[in-house]
């Protein structure tokens, strides 16, 4: 894999710190009036998902890493690995609860995940945005209420509990944003 | 397209009346503006800056001849001096290679002065009243470079302990220990420490005045007659940038050439190209500089002060990405 001199740190670059694949989210450089210039990089380690902040000396160098972003659409769960498959070629990717992690509860089939991969294996495992599901179980609450109040919670088909509001009935289909695990609006099947 | 300017009319007005202000200050104290080339046949020796160069196709005999924009004016300001002897200021565009930031941009406008007979404190209050003068800023603070480091590290970085303390501290660092560890030079161990621990406490509600950085951050500084560990050089921090970096002025022709060799030294030390030395300058030195201090003074951050900008960007018509 290649080196990368800090003068060419953007966002989104892929770099070897600790060990672990990291991507760039900022960089700043920072020179004293005299002297040398540093590089101030906020980080995020792609296995830990921690944001970390490094400082560099600027011009060095630093080991890229041998990451790639696929997207792949999501097959099936055979017990012990998640099944993806990239609707063009066909071509099937594999990955273990590790790398897909929370994720778990919002893959629907033939959802299209973006998946990373590193070294040729998968890491991490990022669901759309909004994903569909439905209801499987939730209180039967009261008619006529509002989206106003607190709601309840509802589980969902992947076993994932959102609030809902209180008119949402089990076996509806609700839309909801996987990043804040938060109810957007009922799905008219 | 990004053809628009990221500053403000009210910003521009702002940029013109400041640069108002700072030629009134100076014509007040009757120092003579002068407008130094922006290019000159040589570059700057130091290790951390790097000239932008160009080439004209042919000089007055034909000869293809590489020119340097200058990283600053100092050079040839300092020729004037000596031939002259009176205290000149300049507000020019400068350029630097490798430096773009929030607090940099490869062009941009500096504020640089050189006065007759001015100790090192003299200067340091001359700035302080071009502060409150031009931007309203209150009285400066001056604290130097080992104290402020006794204050905010408890180590001391003009000895040997005090340095190997400060090292270990950043070889245990998370955010530095991967190169830390192989780091062999002091200066710029010296430089992170600096700017990690001393940086972030100074007050920003005031200007501050550094002073008496250590001899091997000299630059362009007379060391101290009375602690030959230190230079007479200083930098100004206010609102947390960097906003100033002078010196009493080394003077010495013959020392001055030993600062350029060192330079080209440590250049080839770190892998880089060395400059050939302005002869021009150490033959003016020979002919004779009066003891005197300068000053040079980031213009646009000093704007970005007084318009409460965060990236040098706002208060430039334009900047290195839509210039």
Known sequence: MANYSTNEFKGGLKIMQDGEPCSIIENEMVKPGKGQAFNRVKIRKLISGKVVEKTFKSGESVEGADVIELELAYLYNDGEFWHFMNNETFEQVAADAKAVGEAEKWLVEQDVCTLTLWEGNPINVQPPNFVELEVTETDPGLKGDTAGTGGKPATLSTGAVVRVPLFVQIGEVIKVDTRSGEYVSRVQK | MDWRSQASIEVLQQRAELMRRVRQFFYDRKVLEVDTPALSQRGVTDCHLENLVTTLSADATGQALELFLQTSPEYAMKRLLAQYKTSIYQLSHVFRDDEIGRHHNPEFMMLE???????????????????????????????????????????????????????????????????????????????????????????????????????????????????????????????????????????????????????????????????????????????????????????????????????????????????
């Open chain 2, 113 to 323: 002065w050189y006065r007759i007979g001015f100790s090192m404190n003299d200067l340091i209050a001359e700035v302080a009243e071009l502060l409150t003068d031009c931007i309203n800023a209150p009285a400066t603070d001056i604290i130097t470079y080992q104290q402020a480091f006794l204050e905010h590290t408890q180590c001391d970085p003009l000895t040997a302990a005090g340095r190997d303390a400060l090292h270990q501290r950043l070889k245990q660092r998370d955010d530095t220990a991967s190169w830390m560890q192989a780091e062999t030079d002091t200066d710029t161990m010296l430089q992170l420490a600096f700017y990690l621990w001393v940086e972030p406490n100074l007050p920003a509600d005031r200007p501050v005045a550094i002073t008496h950085f250590p001899a091997t951050q000299a630059a362009l500084a007379r060391l101290s007659e009375t602690d030959d560990r230190v230079a007479l050089r200083f930098e100004i921090y206010y609102q947390g940038i960097e906003l100033a970096n002078g010196y009493d002025e080394l003077i010495d022709s013959a020392v001055q050439a030993q600062r350029f060799a060192q330079d080209n030294e440590l250049r080839q030390a770190h892998s880089k190209l060395m400059k050939a030395p302005d002869e021009r300058l150490l033959a003016a030195l020979e002919h004779g500089m009066p003891t005197c201090a300068g000053v040079a003074l980031g213009f646009d951050r000093l704007l970005m002060i007084a318009t409460g900008a965060d990236h040098i960007a706002q208060v430039q018509p334009f900047s290195v990405a839509n210039c």
